[in-house]
Nanobody, 119 residues
C-alpha cells in the first residue's frame, strides 16, 4: 500500500504560480509512473502531467509550456510547478502513482488539493 499526500494548493491570481507537492509513504522508484490529475466542477478527471521512472514526461496540451513535473527519488516526492495560471486551471489536483507487479497495474491516489485561480 502507498499513501500519497498532496500539498501546495490554494488561491492565486491569474498569471500567478503555485507549486504542488506529493509526498509518498514509500519509495517512488518502485512506481512506474507518477502523475498529476485534475478535476474541475462538472468535468471529468483529466491527466495533467506524468513522469516515468525513466524520466519520460508528458503534458496535456493545455498546460504545455506552463507546468513542469519533476520527481525527487530521495525525498519520495513529486512536484508540479504551475506558472501563468488561468481561471481554467481551477480544479482539485490529485497525485497518482502506478505500480506494475507481474503485469498487474496498481493505482494509488492522494486525497487532492484545491487550486483556485481568481482575481
Amino acid at each position: 500500500q502507498v499513501q500519497l499526500v498532496e500539498s501546495g494548493g490554494g488561491l492565486v491570481q491569474p498569471g500567478g504560480s503555485l507549486r504542488l507537492s506529493c509526498a509518498a509513504s514509500r519509495s517512488i522508484s518502485s512506481m512506474s509512473v507518477m502523475g498529476w490529475y485534475r478535476q474541475a466542477p462538472g468535468k471529468q478527471r483529466e491527466l495533467v502531467a506524468s513522469i516515468t521512472t525513466g524520466g519520460t514526461i508528458d503534458y496535456v496540451d493545455s498546460v504545455e509550456g506552463r507546468f513542469a513535473i519533476s520527481r525527487d527519488n530521495v525525498q519520495n516526492t513529486v512536484y508540479l510547478q504551475m506558472n501563468s495560471l488561468t481561471p481554467e486551471d481551477t480544479a482539485v489536483y490529485y497525485c497518482n502513482a502506478i505500480r506494475v507487479i507481474l503485469n498487474t497495474r496498481l493505482y494509488y491516489w492522494g486525497q487532492g488539493t484545491q487550486v483556485t485561480v481568481s482575481s
